[in-house]
DNA sequence: TATGAATGAGAGTTCATTCAT
DNA sequence: GATGAATGAACTCTCATTCAT
């Protein structure tokens, strides 16, 4: 009996953070910024606006850790092909048209972690995002690197110029409402594709 | 009599509106986010709040006319690279080492136009520099791919991608406060030149 | 013109000025305590909230004001007897009577003194209230020790301490809401007189 | 058995009831005002905080128990003296040296009940608290007045005034933070020793 | 009886914008 | 045209108290 309770409690709880959350991506969305005033969420939420500094110590928490579960599966996806055993250059290649699909696909959960003018507390997370991010890309432009497949280079301002160019691409693809609804332009993955093997010069294992 | 009175008007008044501006950009960079109060910003320039509001018609449009200037002048420093009679590649090698170096040299000020957190309504003003200066790479890609000296590519892509790989690169040279007294990293710059030319393709003119 | 302008402009911040302090003290008296909301300082006063701020930096420094202005007035009237030409025995006489009999009189002001619960951040003012008190005291004793009139002792020891004595007495008087509406007991005044008299040994006088 | 059990709970009771004062005492002093966060005072006496409010209907209570326990025990001490055999001079000697060095000694508890700024709903416990140590010298002063060692005089006014004087000289000697750790002085004690027995004019019973 | 998560009113403060002078 | 005092809505965050479990 006991612990059916606590396990009630808990449930209730974890669903009363993931109702804040939920509340505050979606306030996040609708407004444009990554920002959403503590009242609005919680009226969103169903809970008293005490009850968001129960879970998150502040706002800028809150908007945070919105955005690092937000990355935070993407860039899973990412690691999980720069994992596989396949080539470099063709690790590189899924890797950069996977985030690009993908991000083209989510449009508007992409533009959170890409796109939008962002608050001076939450920028951290997003620098971190893309940190995270550079050093997958780096671990394979290391891989190339050593097997000859790709250039000399340093494999971190590599990965680190490629993370740009990507997120440069999306934003302009992003920055048009049309974006949302339309669907993803291949030419533009197909594009990014081409654009980062060439930088890495992928040609040496031709 | 009459029009030299008009004229001094006319002085004043533009040396009203460049002393809002000056002030403007002072306090953002004192301040280190692209936002200033307007009461501030008034006093600085020596004007009342009310006269602010006489030349620009709300901060927003304030703030996006100080980061337009500020861009305006790297732009046309890049602009003058980008229509020299040099090859493509020479040009390209130029207008990258250039934009980083000066980046990394007046980091105070570049750190406003790429890197800080940025409010809702000056973030077009940022978004239009970004095309602006793209626009002027993908006229060097376009003479490199129509010379031969590049790969086929899509110019557009291509310099929007290189944009966002030197934004990004500065983005994290720039992060650090250190960045901003120190002297340019050489590396950094060498690695973006080697980057982006590689991105290109300029090996066909070997 | 001009000028009539100005004053008249002069005249209304005064005027806002002076309201905002009234209507600051009227509810500290009311609410019974060194304290009020300034939402409703801003509605007694008939100015809008952010307009106390104009005036007054914070909470703490509107209220530390209230008190100052309070204290100074009855400061003024005691040191006017301190500086007197007459024997510090007389001098003394007067001065504690004069205190006890205004502040009786007086009775809701002097409670904001001397009695009431206070905040962390006034409670600097009211000490001040009560140094300045003790230092007027205190050079009418040093005074009479000097002379042969009063024992040999600590002058500012023995002014903090009928300083002391007068504030306590008047606490037990005030605490009551009656003391507020009813005439000032004249056994008070005079067991204070006789008190503070034989407290420095006045008899020697004789 | 029964009875034991009950025995035990309200061993359990009490024991939580002196938690809740013990935790509140120690973080009013560590907080050095007379205020403390229920929560936090549950926190420390390791209950929930619905049982703090089990055991005092309100904050108010709970603050205002802490402040009555802590005077009574000093209470204690100076009425001790009072009832002592000796003449109403010594006693009012013994009395008064011994709380102002009891009180120097035990800075900070003493600040609570002398000094530091106090919540509205508290103040009338400290009132309370200095109502009883004057009727405690009251007494002594009757006697004394009675057997002729001391001048006539209001013994109950006398005793306020007192009180008064010593709460003063406290106040100053226990305002800076430094006396919480130094030792309590000499001078001060005998100071205060003075001028109370002039006050009272014990200078008689030579 | 104990729990402690939830409540929600209320706090002080800021600042873009307006408009009477 | 210039002034700058005034506006007041909006903000984040706190915490005494309640009550379902």
């Known amino acids: 009996m006991a ?18 959350l939920s509340a505050t991506r979606h306030l996040v969305m609708e407004g444009g910024s990554l920002d959403a005033p503590i009242v609005e969420v919680a009226r969103r939420a169903s809970v008293a606006t ?10 800028t928490d809150l908007l945070t850790e919105v955005v690092r579960l937000a990355s935070q599966h993407e860039l899973d996806v990412i690691a999980g092909i720069a994992q596989s055993d396949a080539r470099a250059r063709d690790r590189l290649d899924t890797a950069v048209s996977t985030f690009v699909d993908r991000a083209l696909r989510g ?43 790709f250039a000399q280079q ?13 997120m440069e691409s999306l934003n302009d693809a992003l920055a048009t409402e049309s974006a949302v ?26």
């Open 3 to 20: 612990y059916r309770k606590t396990d009630r409690v808990r449930e209730q709880l974890e669903d009363k953070r993931l109702r804040i």
């Open 50 to 59: 005490g009850t968001v500094y129960r879970y998150f110590p502040s706002k």
């Open 107 to 149: 449009a508007r959960l992409a533009r959170l972690l890409i796109v939008e003018p962002i608050d001076v507390g939450i920028s951290g997370a997003r620098r971190h995002y893309r940190r995270a991010l550079a050093l997958v890309i780096a671990r394979i432009v290391a891989d190339g690197v050593e097997t000859g497949e």
């Open 154 to 166: 340093n494999p971190a301002a590599a990965a680190a110029a490629i993370v740009g160019a990507l």
């Open 181 to 206: 609804t339309e669907e993803p332009s291949v030419d533009l993955v197909d594009e990014m594709r081409a654009f980062c093997l060439r930088a890495v010069d992928a040609s040496k294992t031709h």
